[in-house]
């Protein structure tokens, strides 16, 4: 954390928010649409900057904390959910988008469990408030507790919620961090596929089901690979990914609303904070024992 640069990408949340809460977005829904498009050709372009034998090294490193973590996650959500009182899909929600990538696994089950919009503002606003904490808090921890780069990206991929906010955080911890980090969480991201599969069974909405597989991170290992193998302007795009990441950053922050805010009720945000707390403090204390 040694340039300005690096503060980048919570500055432009920050940004984001005060924007939003202020004047407001008044083209929340084509800036949200842009998001998305944005974020995946950042991830791709990152993919530019890495070699395939540290992603294939990165992803062998996190398998067992993603299997782990996200089968513990949705566990306690739902043994929390029934003591809190919290109706199931709302709980299944929050719970998917703490075990899985946020915002992204929230909008892949939602539909396939039939939840409402209030429903589904309730969880996307819980897990927002998280991750944009995250975003800010994970760097200065990763700091006082002297945390290896390696350690750093294993433990934000596996804590924070969204991906744009684990690239952001780990840009800002260092290069090592990003690249861990990244493929882990993309290694993550992949787990939304079974994840709505078990979702429709267990809600028994089968014949209903429709996967969302995020192609997108196959592009960003095809961008390894030609990284890898091929000689190119490879650093410049990495560049843009960087800047495209940091207006993405900006984006969400202003694409929040005071009416998905004011939708969090206490009950859920209970649940989202104790998701995240064990997550956070249970994934810190893996990679601290077992990484170096």
Same mark, same amino acid.
């Given at each position: ?93 929050? /719970?998917? *988008? =703490?075990?899985?990538?946020?915002? +992204? ?5 939602? !539909?396939? #469990? %039939? $939840? ?6 309730? /969880?996307? *606003? =819980?897990?927002?408030?998280?991750? +944009? ?5 994970? !760097?200065? #921890? %990763? $700091? ?8 750093? *990206? ?139």
């Amino acid at each position: 954390m040694t340039s300005l640069a690096a503060y980048a990408p919570p500055l432009a949340l920050a940004l984001g928010l005060v924007i939003a809460l202020t004047v407001g977005n008044p083209y929340a829904k084509k800036t949200s649409k842009l998001t998305k498009i944005l974020l995946q050709a950042s991830v791709v372009g990152l993919g530019f900057g890495m070699n395939l034998q540290k992603v294939v090294e990165a992803g062998r490193t996190g398998i067992f904390f993603t299997i782990a973590t996200i089968l513990g996650t949705l566990l306690l959500g739902y043994l929390l959910a029934r003591a809190l009182r919290i109706n199931a899909r709302t709980s299944h929600l929050i /719970s998917s *988008g =703490t075990a899985i990538c946020g915002g +992204s696994a929230i909008a892949a089950v939602g !539909p396939v #469990i %039939g $939840a409402s919009d209030e429903e589904m503002s309730v /969880s996307l *606003g =819980t897990v927002f408030i998280l991750n +944009s904490v995250a975003l800010f808090l994970f !760097p200065l #921890i %990763g $700091a006082a507790l002297h945390l290896t780069q390696r350690q750093f *990206g294993v433990w934000s991929a596996i804590a924070i919620h969204d991906t744009s906010s684990v690239v952001g955080a780990a840009s800002a911890y260092g290069k090592e961090a990003l690249q861990i980090a990244t493929t882990v969480k993309l290694t993550r991201a992949l787990w939304i596929v079974p994840l709505t599969i078990g979702t429709a069974l267990a809600f028994h909405r089968g014949a209903k089901t429709r996967v969302a597989i995020p192609w997108f991170i196959f592009l960003f290992v095809i961008a390894s690979i030609i990284r890898t193998y091929v000689n190119g302007p490879w650093d410049i795009i990495v560049v843009i990914a960087r800047i495209g990441l940091t207006l993405t950053l900006f984006l969400i922050g202003a694409g929040l609303s005071r009416r998905s805010l004011a939708a969090v009720g206490i009950r859920p945000l209970i649940l989202g904070v104790v998701l995240w707390l064990v997550i956070s403090l249970a994934g810190l204390w893996a990679v601290t024992a077992t990484l170096a």
